[in-house]
């Protein structure tokens, strides 16, 4: 185990830039999800610090020592990527043992590690198994469980879980995460999924046009985002100028806000007219116009108001972000 450092890593394919000057560390046994729209060059990134791509400027650094011009092969890392890639001709226990083998490690020894690996990835007795007659989710925790094996220094995850539904890739998201946890890996996931990198990840890095714009703990930055467009990608419906802000409680400041941010309250301090409603099955999501503020959405528990009502509003504080100030206007927008 050890410490990952990317520094100033920069590549670009015929002129254009896709990672440009990249500095990112990942702390032993902790994971670093970094976050990105597509395109924005996390692939590329990744395939960096594996050493499938060899990078225009910048250094890969682990433990201390270089690997910039190190090959894959002798890197120590482990690569798991969207489809699992499992070999279809081996069994469950023949695709886990696959690292174990080539180290010649004795059948006994080799048996037990799987069964232990395949304990924790919560697949216990899908041993004889192919892979094709397999869910989607339990394909990728035989690959998770494949890349385990290996005990690599560092596990690199590409996209692992956006191949299946949303149901399981949030189940999965969490056994990931506590797998990571218990085995003590220290991790890279690229992502374009904000709950997926928060669900999984210790620390998060923002990335746009193959620049980190955002790096630091996940909470810290899902809370604080760098920007209006930073926000927009956290998952924030509604950014708001600074004008707004004073009337929700951040005088002076720009202010990002969740779905959830504003929740009927008969007692709450800000008066709206509703404009329509509709339930869905986590509550009733309502738009309603405020006075000087325009349109935005807001939640109820209770049942949806009628068109044209007069209700009244309060902001729930976890689901408002402040935003820096950066003195350039930004303009509402709901989506
Ligand atoms: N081998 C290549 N040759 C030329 N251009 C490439 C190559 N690989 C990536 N690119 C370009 O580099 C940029 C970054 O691509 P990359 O795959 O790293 O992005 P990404 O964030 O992983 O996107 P996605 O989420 O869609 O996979 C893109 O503009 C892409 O077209």
Not at 61 to 84: E, K, N, S, W, Y
Request: net charge neutral; charged share 25%.
């Amino acid at each position: 185990m050890g410490e990952l450092q990317i520094q100033d890593v920069s590549v670009s394919f015929d002129g254009s830039p896709a990672v440009d000057g990249v500095d990112l560390t990942v702390s032993t046994g902790y994971t670093l999800a970094v976050l990105g729209p597509s395109g924005c060059g996390k692939s590329t990134l990744l395939r960096v610090v594996a050493g499938l791509q060899r990078p225009d400027r910048g250094r890969v650094i682990f433990d201390g020592v270089d690997l910039t011009q190190t090959p894959t092969h002798r890197r120590g890392f482990a690569l798991m990527f969207q489809d699992g890639q499992l070999f279809a001709h081996l069994d469950v226990a023949q695709n886990v043992a696959y690292a174990l083998r080539r180290r010649r490690l004795p059948r006994a020894v080799v048996r037990a590690r799987v069964a232990e690996l395949l304990d924790l990835v919560g697949l216990a007795g899908l041993q004889d198994r192919r892979p094709g007659s397999l869910s989607g989710g339990q394909q990728q925790r035989v690959a998770l469980a494949r890349a385990l094996a290996a005990e690599p220094r560092l596990l690199l995850l590409d996209e692992p879980l956006s191949a299946l539904d949303t149901a399981l890739r949030e189940q999965l998201a969490i056994q990931l995460r506590d797998v990571l946890r218990t085995t003590g890996t220290t991790a890279i996931m690229v992502t374009h999924d904000q709950e997926e990198a928060f669900a999984v990840a210790d620390d998060v890095a923002l990335l746009r046009d193959g620049r980190v714009v955002q790096h630091g703990p996940a909470l810290e930055v899902w809370r604080a985002p760098v920007d209006a467009d930073a926000a927009r990608f956290l998952g924030y419906r509604t950014v708001l100028p600074a004008e707004a802000g004073l009337s929700l409680g951040h005088p002076g400041s720009p202010i990002a806000l969740r779905r959830n941010a504003l929740r009927l309250d008969r007692d709450g301090p800000i008066e709206a007219t509703v404009l329509s409603s509709a339930a869905d099955p986590d509550g009733v999501r309502v738009m309603v116009r405020i006075e000087g503020l325009g349109d935005l959405p807001a939640v109820t528990d209770g049942p949806a108001p009628e068109r044209g009502a007069q209700v009244r509003l309060r902001v729930q504080p976890s689901s408002v972000a402040k935003l820096p100030d950066v003195g350039r206007s930004v303009t509402s927008r709901t989506d």
